[in-house]
């Protein structure tokens, strides 16, 4: 048992000493040891790769009005390094009154590095690449606060070795309010590379710049997901702050989860998704260009001839890169029996289209590239909009408009098809080898 831990102990039994000795009556001495192991925080400098340690009010290390927070660093942790930082803002559920509480009601396992790498957002094609520490606060009260979220920042910078420009956030429903709040609110004292609101509740009363001047989310990239069915986080407040946001000149993202409710948490089978969401918010570095997503349907990934901070996922079919990145792509002789016969993509450069080993140059934005198989035509169904043109040829760019004045976002049951704005009224993409039906939903 740590010192402090010892020290805690004794004192607590002090103050009471008829309980004192009635647990000592009725309960052995090791048993003792193991229960005070399982409840109480152990507060030190000096962390064991792996675990989780918390900073409490009850021990004097957090002051009152401050988060108090777990932290779990990496397997490979040394303070000789500097590490990523992810903050995870619970929801207004409940464990918001001590870090073991909390930590067990809003942290996903997914989000520790258990040596799942793939399931953590680690990737083992990245060179050089480390694990995140991990810091999960808690608060009693309704309302996550920039201000406090800086004291805590402070505090966890004097603990474990931060990588200052790779500070990341991330929350569930209050939570994803919280994201929102932390970065809207920022004053210049910190960096946010990359947040990921999660079916964020309240974004209303979110409080946030009008002009870029004023934006402080500019350079901070953005991940939001949110279920359009959510009825107690309100998409019809998401949905303006996200694109207030890429109004004044930000870069981001919007998945709508399918189903109903306030479900935009990972789960069930969203491991590979997941993966690829933190991957995402990982490769991002505050003050750089921002890391783009490029998806590969029917081919792979391999090396990167140039570029700064490539960061290619483990299955190979999608990386995150700056704009300008050339990296190699490879696709099968054939697929089924339809031999390949190109390359396709709405926007960057394939350096020989009709090759199946070639190089491609990303662009500045997210893209899917598609290897074509076969020149038999597909079908192309749009509901509730129309596509030019109406019957593309594999390969062909097909711009989507909707045709309905309530239209709210698209949605698709084609995985080849990656709609990184759902709610912009019109886009584009390449048709794959493969029929596709896109539908404009209706507010």
Known sequence: MPLIGHRMLLARTERN???????KTLIPPLLILSLFTATWSVETADYTPGKLYNYTHESGTIPKGDYQYSVYVPTDYSPKKSYPVVFYLHGGGRGRFHPDQGKRNM??????????????????NVPDFIGYILIS????????????????????????????????????????????IVA????????????????????????????PQTCKTLKTAVWNLHCPQDPVSKISEQ?????SHLDLGGYGRFTMIPGRGHISRPRGNDHAFFSMRMAWMLSQTYGTPFNYVLKVNDGKIGKVSSGKRPFTGDTSGYGFYEPGTVVN????????????????SDQGKFAEATSRSTSFTTPEGDVTISAIYGKQPFKLSVVGGKANPAAPKP??????????????????????????LPNARSFKFAMPSADVTITAQGK
């Not at 942290?107 to 083992?124: C, E, F, W």
């Open 17 to 23: 000493k008829p309980m004192r000795t009635a647990i």
């Open 107 to 124: 942290v996903s396992d997914r989000l520790k590095d258990n040596k799942r790498t793939t399931d953590a957002g680690y990737s083992r």
């Open 137 to 180: 606060p808690v608060k009693p009260v309704a309302k996550w606060n920039a201000t406090v979220f800086k004291r805590l920042l402070k505090h966890v910078k004097s603990k474990v070795s931060v990588d200052e420009n790779r500070v990341y956030v991330t929350g569930f429903s209050m939570g994803g309010q919280g994201t929102w």
């Open 184 to 211: 809207c609110g920022n004053d210049g004292s910190y960096k946010i590379a990359a947040m990921m609101p999660l079916g964020a509740w309240g974004c209303r009363q979110v409080k946030r710049g009008t002009t």
């Open 239 to 243: 949905l303006p702050l996200f694109q």
């Open 329 to 344: 792509i490879t696709a099968p002789e054939s697929k089924g029996d339809k031999p390949f016969v190109k390359w396709a």
């Open 395 to 420: 390969g062909e760019i097909v711009t989507v408009s909707a045709s309905t004045d309530k239209f709210f976002y698209w949605k698709t049951d084609s995985k080849l098809i990656d709609i990184a």
